[in-house]
């Protein structure tokens, strides 16, 4: 019995197709065949945006959570809505920054842990830790006082994978900042001079 080759453009364009046809037009047919090299440079460029829009629906979610649990936030939604919706996704502050009755800095990470496993890369894991300094002591560019601030390093779900890398990252920061990062519960007692992790989903 004769083995089936392999073709690899069959497996691309099957895989392509298979995608927009899923996830975007409904239909199934050969867009794959309808593209030039130059269009799919050109969709691999606007792809490059997919980031920074996984990052913006979850501080936007990060936004309601925070209202639902701070009175003060909820009465000025609109403000902060507005300030991400003013930021540029390469600014280099804080994702969220809330001043006033109530001072609250986060930062919001979409690194889904690596092969599907139960922990961060080695990259991911460098950026989450840059981030949970940056908390807890200040940005260069930024003049709001972290010292006075609640601290949230928001996570997005990407199911129990995501927890048990979170979990994974914590047990091996060094000692002295392990004891500043806590998974945040509902029954915390919030600090201002603790790292809460939040998962958004």
């Known amino acids: 019995m004769m083995s089936l080759t392999y073709d690899r453009e069959a497996e691309l364009k099957e895989r ?3 995608f927009i046809a899923n996830k975007i037009t409904g239909s199934n047919e050969d867009y794959y ?3 030039s090299v130059e269009d799919f440079e050109d969709i691999k460029t606007t792809l490059k ?22 009175p003060y936030v909820k009465e000025n939604y609109q403000v902060y809505l507005e300030q991400v919706l003013k930021s540029r996704p390469n ?3 804080y994702d969220l920054i809330v001043t006033g009755e109530v001072n609250i800095i986060a930062e919001i990470k979409c690194n889904k ?13 460098n950026g989450i830790v840059k981030d949970i300094l940056g908390l807890l002591e200040g940005k260069s560019k930024v003049k709001s006082n972290p010292a006075a601030a609640f601290k949230f390093l928001v996570i997005y779900d990407f199911g129990d994978h995501t927890l048990s890398a979170a979990q994974h990252l914590i047990k091996n920061l060094q000692a002295d900042l392990k004891e500043k990062v806590e998974i945040y519960e509902d029954s915390n ?11 958004i989903k």
Do not use: C, E
């Open 113 to 125: 842990p690596i092969n599907n496993g139960y922990k961060f890369g080695s990259a991911q894991r």
């Open 91 to 93: 600014d280099n502050g």
């Open 49 to 70: 945006d997919i980031h920074n829009i996984i990052t913006y629906k979850t501080t936007i979610r990060f936004i309601d959570w925070v209202s639902d649990r701070f």
């Open 189 to 199: 007692l919030l600090t201002t001079d603790k790292v809460y992790v939040v998962f």
């Open 16 to 18: 392509f197709n298979q």
């Open 33 to 35: 065949s309808r593209m």
